[in-house]
């Protein structure tokens, strides 16, 4: 278990997930990064939408990811792009299923705090989320590669 235990192993877990969504909300709305941020800490992160209560995530870790991924896009893309089976490109891919890959290359790019294994399994999670196992297992795939590549 990670420093900080189960609980900030809940809250990074939290901020993966919310990343993923704000990721996606900027690639369909192209919502500018700081009125993106402050949406989400005022009104998602730990909050109750729709009578569902939401984990309290870490912040610092949502902001990391979302601000350094939104940075490295370019360098993210050419990563995942050279990692996909032949015939596919970032385009073809599921809009969530992009963001999930885009987020958890990152954070295997620039966390080196972070252990691989943990990365993947987390992003895996975050798959299983919104897709079945097949896509879970694409993840689990594409991440591997690219952890090969940067650690």
């Given at each position: 278990?990670?420093?900080?235990?189960?609980?900030?192993?809940?809250?990074?877990?939290?901020?993966r997930?919310?990343?993923?969504?704000?990721?996606?909300?900027?690639?369909?709305?192209?919502?500018?990064?700081?009125?993106?941020?402050?949406e989400?800490?005022?009104?998602?992160?730990?909050?109750?939408?729709?009578?569902?209560?939401?984990?309290?995530?870490?912040?610092?870790?949502?902001?990391?990811?979302?601000?350094?991924?939104?940075?490295?896009r370019?360098?993210?893309?050419?990563?995942?792009?050279?990692?996909?089976?032949?015939?596919?490109?970032?385009?073809?891919?599921?809009?969530?299923?992009?963001?999930?890959?885009?987020?958890?290359?990152?954070?295997?790019?620039?966390?080196?705090?972070?252990?691989?294994?943990?990365?993947?399994?987390?992003?895996?999670?975050?798959?299983?989320?919104?897709?079945?196992?097949?896509?879970?297992?694409?993840?689990?795939?594409?991440?591997?590669?690219?952890?090969?590549?940067?650690?």
């Amino acid at each position: 278990m990670s420093r900080g235990g189960p609980k900030r192993s809940r809250a990074r877990a939290a901020a993966r997930l919310a990343a993923v969504q704000a990721l996606y909300q900027h690639e369909m709305e192209s919502t500018a990064q700081a009125k993106l941020l402050d949406e989400f800490h005022q009104h998602r992160l730990g909050r109750e939408i729709e009578d569902e209560q939401y984990e309290q995530a870490d912040v610092d870790f949502f902001d990391d990811l979302v601000i350094g991924t939104l940075a490295r896009r370019e360098e993210i893309d050419g990563l995942l792009s050279e990692r996909l089976a032949q015939g596919w490109s970032l385009p073809r891919l599921d809009k969530t299923m992009l963001q999930i890959l885009r987020v958890g290359a990152y954070e295997l790019l620039a966390r080196p705090d972070i252990p691989v294994g943990t990365a993947i399994s987390e992003y895996v999670d975050v798959a299983h989320a919104f897709f079945e196992d097949r896509e879970a297992k694409f993840v689990n795939g594409v991440l591997d590669a690219v952890s090969k590549a940067v650690r």
